[in-house]
């Protein structure tokens, strides 16, 4: 598995913050649009280059994210609406199966699997200085996609508790 850590600044303008490997070393860099209506997040490799973005959709019946892999429509994260056990989220990808979010989602430790195998787990644990998330990948996944998918569940999270 492929691990990456997400770490939010503590004091941070807009929301950016960084994704790196298990190593520390930058992959990704997460740009928060400040008075977004669309709760935007701009995803830029480490080079600065613009991969994707996660941003809410305003016409939904449910809250829904969806994702922008290179300019292209990938996923769409959507809360159930009705669930007897808790909150849970469906990742609905274009052109493969679909995924299905489940775990303890308010303490970010949860998994994400596709026909009965986990194809990510995420794990969230508590610093001194910031909130910082570990994202362990299962080879052959596309881990942009999974990252991005995390971040549209935080997201839907946090407007929740808003």
């Known amino acids: 598995m492929t691990m990456y850590v997400i770490r939010e600044r503590m004091f941070r303008l807009g929301e950016d913050f960084d994704i790196a490997d298990d190593a ?9 649009k400040a008075l977004d209506l669309h709760n935007r997040l701009i995803l830029r490799d480490a080079a600065g280059r613009h991969v994707g973005q996660v941003h809410r959709k305003l016409v939904a019946l449910r809250p829904t ?20 056990f808790g909150e849970r989220f469906t990742i609905d990808v274009q052109g493969a199966g679909d995924m299905e979010i489940s775990g303890d989602l308010l303490s970010h430790e949860f998994t994400i699997g596709r026909d009965g195998q986990t194809v990510a787990a995420v794990s969230k644990r508590w610093l001194t200085a910031a909130t910082s998330y570990t994202v362990e990948v299962a080879p052959g996944e596309d881990d942009l996609l999974i990252l991005a998918s995390v971040l549209a569940l935080d997201l839907a999270i946090d407007a929740e508790h808003q």
């Open 24 to 32: 520390g070393q930058p992959v990704l860099h997460v740009d928060g």
């Open 65 to 84: 994210y969806e994702i922008t892999i290179d300019g292209k429509d990938v996923a769409e994260v959507r809360r159930h609406l009705f669930t007897a």
